[in-house]
């Protein structure tokens, strides 16, 4: 069956490879690529963030580590049980309410993210470099201001 004739013309001008979400997903595709390729060990990007931002801002709960770094519930709960199996992380109860884990680095998850760090600044930098510095810094404002909710 032949796809009916479109007639209006406001939709004939609507362009997939210039809508923000193709463009969006097109340059998410290419960081991944770079990073699963530049990282040198097995972690997921968001292994890495959730290690990343234990490091940087310390131990917290599950709840928050998730706010944090974007993910949603069902996406954080996997990356801890990852990252536990892995021996990268451990929890503990919050002093302050013992329904609540408290996430914290181990000794090794420490030493391993602090190790990727460096890598992580790299991989930034290779997933920016067509860009000029003005406009990685406009981008990386740019995409900073539309991902607030």
Do not use: C, W
Request: avoid cysteine; proline fraction near 4%; hydrophobic fraction near 35%.
């Amino acid at each position: 069956m032949a796809s009916p004739k479109r007639t209006n013309s406001s939709m004939s001008n609507y362009r997939l490879e210039k809508q923000i979400g193709f463009l969006l997903r097109k340059a998410h595709q290419r960081h991944r690529s770079i990073f699963s390729k530049s990282i040198g060990v097995k972690i997921a990007t968001t292994q890495f963030a959730a290690l990343a931002s234990l490091f940087t801002d310390g131990p917290t709960s599950q709840n928050q580590l998730g706010r944090r770094t974007a993910m949603d519930s069902a996406t954080i709960t996997g990356v801890i049980d990852r990252l536990l199996q892995r021996g990268l992380v451990v929890t503990s109860a919050s002093p302050d309410d013992d329904r609540l884990s408290i996430i914290d680095l181990t000794a090794e998850g420490r030493s391993l993210i602090e190790g990727l760090l460096p890598r992580g600044e790299e991989i930034s930098a290779s997933t920016l470099a067509p860009l000029t510095p003005e406009e990685r810094e406009t981008l990386v404002r740019l995409l900073g201001k539309i991902s607030e909710f």
